[in-house]
């Protein structure tokens, strides 16, 4: 299996204009995640997915955010307008729901956004 | 809430032993994760425990969980240069179904020769 698929893995952006990254997950797993790391905040937890559903959007900074799933091997997280603040590492992760217990979360490698 | 908490950097010499230590808070975790991050790559996990085990081993990795405690570590036996990376405990929120994983902020290892 080729893994957790991210794109772009680089964006460089100016404010005020919207961001979209992209996501396949592992073919097969049910649960997806999406996270962002900064190095004052560490590793945050944005919003996860359960077979398409959202399920937790607690983590989700702002309205400018947003995130979709539109079938089990395709998400989204928008951000619009975006800011400086939001520069960061993005990153999702699949997992496989077995008997109501996630197990194991793979990651992909990340896109790096830096807005101006 | 829950937390996790790592210390934030630990120096060793090759071929010592490195220990990395964790602690949570949330005493429903079902799963402790290990997780890998090189510079510039995502997450690869290393092992996970299960919440009723006190120790898995897996070559050179050896996991220990002290639940009445909460204290969780990461002994890796034989440390190389390789191994300098970033290294994150993890916790389940619970056993429900539709659980997600917190993250500690991460112990950066640092290897020399």
């Known amino acids: 299996d080729a893994g957790v698929i991210q794109s772009p893995r680089h964006e460089v952006t100016e404010m005020g204009q919207e961001v979209t990254l992209r996501c396949k997950p592992i073919s097969g797993h049910n649960s997806l995640f999406w996270y962002r790391q900064t190095m004052m905040r560490g590793l945050e937890l944005l919003i996860y997915f359960n077979n398409n559903v959202p399920i937790d959007d607690s983590g989700m900074p702002e309205d400018r955010f947003s995130a979709k799933m539109p079938n089990a091997s395709f998400s989204t997280l928008k951000i619009q307008p975006s800011e400086p603040r939001d520069s960061a590492v993005y990153f999702c992760a699949s997992s496989q729901r077995l008997a109501g217990v996630i197990k194991t979360q793979y990651f992909g490698p990340g896109t790096r956004l830096l807005v101006l | 809430g829950e937390d996790v908490e790592q210390s934030l950097f630990l120096s060793v010499r090759e071929g010592d032993s490195s220990v990395i230590n964790c602690t949570y808070t949330d005493s429903s975790s079902t799963y402790l994760y290990w997780y890998k991050q090189e510079p510039g790559a995502g997450l690869q996990l290393l092992t996970y425990?299960?919440?009723?085990?006190d120790m898995k081993q897996d070559q050179r990795l050896t996991v220990l969980l002290n639940k009445k405690d909460k204290h969780l570590s990461l002994r890796i036996a034989d440390t190389q240069t390789g191994d300098s990376a970033i290294y994150f405990c993890?916790?389940?929120?619970?056993?429900?179904?539709?659980?997600?994983?917190?993250f500690g902020k991460g112990t950066t290892l640092s290897v020399s020769s």
């Open positions: 425990i299960f919440s009723n085990m």
């Open positions: 993890a916790e389940s929120t619970g056993n429900q179904a539709g659980t997600a994983l917190i």
